[in-house]
């Protein structure tokens, strides 16, 4: 079975401080990674893809992807109580399949 | 701006009738949409694969005749829930993807209310 592991949270970090958050995926054959965020009552936005090995930067984003893992990552910096939501990490296992995501950590920053 | 228009964005109906729920690619042609549902404060369920030009694909416990789904063109699926029910009361979402490895884009969601 294909599975996308997500911390549930919530995970609190103070405003300006670094949020990490974490995904673990099952299938070794999987080809792209992708974190979407997720405000209450709001469909989800993709933030960051990613697809191959290393750290991809993006503004405050970082997405790391450890394919020998099987893990992937989201750093956010200088953390901003906007940014408080249910991060999705997402996983495709090949073309033109559904994505499969992960339950999602909620993420609180705490002005 | 939004890759993936979705209609309508709310909607209450009553006990037995059907709603339909229209999503369309904006600028890229879509031979595959995905039609997601989401409870409150519970994870994006897959609901089904919907195909341009043949039959949507549906996950288990989902059933086809309840929710049928139309790709009649490659911008184009839409969601109709038939005789709907209280506990069909929920989010749906669909998404599409520009290419074959490409992310899913989300439309903005369709909040269904069944009274």
């Known amino acids: 079975q294909k599975e996308v592991e997500q911390n549930s949270g919530p995970l609190s970090v103070p405003e300006g401080a670094i949020a990490s958050l974490n995904c673990t995926y099952s299938?070794?054959?999987?080809?792209?990674f992708f974190w979407y965020r997720q405000y209450s009552g709001k469909s989800p936005e993709l933030i960051m893809s990613?697809?191959?090995?290393g750290d991809k930067e993006d503004g405050r984003f970082t997405a790391q992807l450890n394919k020998a893992s099987q893990y992937v990552s989201l750093l956010i910096r200088d953390s901003q109580p906007s940014d408080s939501a249910t991060y999705l990490c997402?996983?495709?296992?090949?073309?033109?399949?559904?994505?499969?995501f992960g339950k999602g950590t909620r993420l609180s920053v705490i002005a | 701006g939004a890759v993936v228009s979705q209609h309508p964005s709310r909607v209450i109906c009553k006990s037995g009738t059907s709603v339909k729920i229209e999503c369309r690619s904006l600028?890229?042609?879509?031979?595959?949409m995905f039609w997601y549902r989401q409870f409150p404060k519970q994870s994006l369920m897959l609901m089904a694969t919907?195909?341009?030009?043949?039959?949507?694909?549906?996950e288990q416990g989902v059933e086809k005749d309840k929710f049928l789904i139309n790709h009649a063109s490659l911008t184009l699926s839409t969601l109709t829930v038939t005789s709907a029910h209280p506990e069909d009361s929920s989010f749906y979402i669909c998404?599409?993807?520009?290419?074959?490895?490409?992310?899913?884009?989300f439309g903005n969601g369709t909040r269904l209310t069944v009274t």
């Open positions: 997402a996983v495709l296992l090949a073309q033109n399949t559904p994505l499969v």
């Open positions: 990613i697809y191959s090995n």
């Open positions: 600028d890229f042609q879509a031979t595959t």
């Open positions: 299938d070794r054959g999987s080809q792209s």
């Open positions: 998404s599409a993807a520009r290419g074959p490895n490409s992310p899913l884009h």
């Open positions: 919907s195909n341009e030009g043949s039959k949507a694909t549906y």
